[in-house]
């Protein structure tokens, strides 16, 4: 890796909540200090960094409660799915925020880091729309289900025994309104953090914009801010060190270095799974091939640090 690259760091759940079981702010908060130190490390290299990150369990955490709250009581409204997202983004952002700026100052760094409540425009003829899949919120009767799809005009999908949940869309990103925002604080030489849970989804109408219920894959949000800024690199930490192939079997080979062909014959076998690495290996794809030159790296955020220096991680090339 180049000196002083521009890095767009997307986020993976285990950088946020490093217990699924432990939920709480508190978990939270340390589980990102921890994090911040491979962001910082980049930073302290002398790299433009800007961060994403998901939001699933906690988006998920405050629809559900405010769902449990108008069960029980007749004075509390819905909170409407965009607005969940929009809070989940300020929650996140504020602990990653704190973390951050708290290893940059033990380690001398005067830089500025900055949340964006970010909105990310879709297209409401995206096929997403069409067939929603994303579950979100808390679990229902099939009673209750039925009530509520025809009073919220919801989508609800019984979810693997345990009863019904509502499912939305995950529609593809197509721009970032708040892009010209982000675009200064980087160039002026801030830490951004933004797309917080792919950002909250909107749509244009007559140079309006309004917010819709869906969930934008926080991957290829990245992908999308990643080119909006003409970044080098875009690096996206999950749960695993490198990008596999039979994964979970005795024929399970980790990969170095994929290209875009490979990736491809790869996908078509198979060997990724839908709701895990398949669409980081997609976002990863789309940045490389957005313009030449561009990289994308695949490892766990504990490796971080060694995949940077190119000791490990999966790289994704033109």
């Known amino acids: 890796m180049k000196k002083k690259s521009r890095i767009v760091i997307a986020l993976g759940g285990n950088a946020l909540q490093a217990n699924p079981k432990d939920t709480s702010a508190k978990a939270q908060l340390i589980t990102a200090k921890g994090t911040a130190k491979s962001i910082v490390d980049l930073i302290e290299d002398g790299h433009e960094v800007i961060v994403a990150h998901g939001n699933g369990p906690q988006v998920g955490q405050m629809i559900a409660t405010y769902e449990t709250a108008a069960q029980h009581s007749e004075g509390i409204n819905l909170m409407p799915f965009p607005e969940c997202g929009a809070m989940s983004q300020g929650y996140i952002g504020y602990h990653l925020q704190q973390a951050i700026r708290e290893e940059m100052v033990a380690r001398n760094i005067n830089k500025s880091v900055a949340s964006i409540v970010t909105q990310v425009i879709v297209d409401e003829k995206d096929a997403g729309f069409k067939n929603p899949t994303k579950p979100v919120g808390s679990f229902f009767t099939k009673e209750e289900a039925e009530t ?8 609800m999908k019984e979810d693997s025994g345990r009863g019904y949940r509502r499912v939305v869309a995950s529609p593809e990103p197509v721009d970032v309104v708040e892009s010209e925002i982000i675009k200064t604080l980087v160039n002026s030489g801030h830490v951004v953090i933004t797309v917080g849970g792919g950002g909250v989804p909107v749509v244009e109408e007559n140079g309006m914009l309004r917010g819709v219920p869906a969930v934008i894959d926080k991957d290829f949000a990245s992908a999308k801010v990643a080119d909006i800024l003409d970044a080098d690199y875009l690096i996206i930490l999950t749960a695993v060190e490198r990008v596999a192939i039979n994964f979970n079997t005795p024929q399970q080979k980790e990969l170095e270095k994929l290209t875009i062909k490979e990736a491809m014959k790869y996908i078509e076998e198979g060997h990724f799974a839908p709701g895990s ?28 640090k060694e995949g940077i220096a190119g000791k490990t991680g999966t790289l994704i090339v033109g």
Do not use: D, H, Q
């Open 148 to 155: 509520l799809t025809k009073e919220k005009g919801y989508t």
């Open 277 to 304: 690495m398949l669409p980081k290996v997609k976002a990863a794809m789309k940045f490389v091939e957005s313009k030449s030159g561009r990289i994308t790296l695949i490892t766990s955020l504990e490796k971080a």
